[in-house]
C-alpha cells in the first residue's frame, strides 16, 4: 500500500553532508558508492537489481550507516511546483521500503507542492533541497496495519551523487530498522506526470560477518 505523508518543515530540510564534521560517517559511506558508480558495478557493495530502464539501484547497511542508491534519468534541469501538480499534493518521491515480519519502513525523500506555490527550475541538487526526507514506521495490528508513524530521526540527508539520488540513513535507528537484518529493498521513484517506477535490491551487510 502506498502512503503519502505530509510532514512539517521542524527540521533543516537536508543537511550539507561535506561541511559538517559529525556527518564525516555519510561522506565515506559516499564516497564507496561514488566509486563503485565509476566503475559500473554494484557487485561488491551489495546485490544490486534492474529497474525497467536496465538501470541500477543499490542498498547497504554497514554498522552505523545504511545506504541506499537509485538510478536517475539524467536531464540538464529539473521542474516542480508544476502547473500540472495540484496543491498539498506530492509532486516527487525517492521512497525505500524495508519490511520486516510485522514492521514496515519507508524512507525517503518526499516533495508536495504548497497551495499558490509558483513553478520553480534548477538542478537535481536544487530539487532534492527543496524535498524533505523521512522515515515512517508501520506496524502491523491485529485488523490491519496502524497508522504510520515519523520516527524522530535526525540522521537522515538525500543527496545526489554522480546522477543518482543517495538516501542515507545513521545513529540509533539503524539497530531499530535493520535488527531483524531484512533480506530486501524496495525502490519507487514517483513523479507528479507518469507512472511510479520500482527496482529491487538485496540488501548487503558490509559486517556480516562481524555477527
Known sequence: ???????????????????????????????????????????NIGADSKDAAGQHCYAMV????ALFAFPVEQQESWSWYTKGAKDNQPEYSWE?????????FNLGAYLFKPSGRSEESGSLERLLEEMQCSVSEEEA????????QILQITGITCTAVNQRVVIAV????????????????????????????????IIRYLDEKKR
Do not use: D
Not at 495490528?141 to 504510520?148: D, F, M, T
Not at 539497530?175 to 507512472?195: D, E, L, M, N, Y
Open 141 to 148: 495490528a491485529a485488523e490491519g496495519k496502524a497508522a504510520p
Open 170 to 201: 545513521t545513529g540509533r535507528a539503524i539497530a531499530h530498522i535493520f535488527s531483524q537484518q531484512p533480506k530486501s529493498a524496495h525502490f519507487v521513484v514517483r513523479r507528479a506526470s507518469g507512472r511510479p517506477t520500482t527496482c529491487e535490491a
Open 62 to 65: 554497514e554498522n552505523n550507516k
Open 1 to 43: 500500500m502506498v502512503l503519502w505523508l505530509r510532514l512539517k518543515r521542524t527540521t533543516p530540510k537536508t543537511i550539507n553532508m561535506y561541511s559538517i564534521r559529525r556527518y564525516g560517517v555519510i561522506k565515506t559511506g559516499l564516497l564507496v558508492l561514488v566509486c563503485f558508480f565509476s566503475l559500473g558495478t554494484g557487485t
Open 96 to 104: 525505500v521500503v524495508v519490511q520486516e515480519q510485522k514492521r514496515t
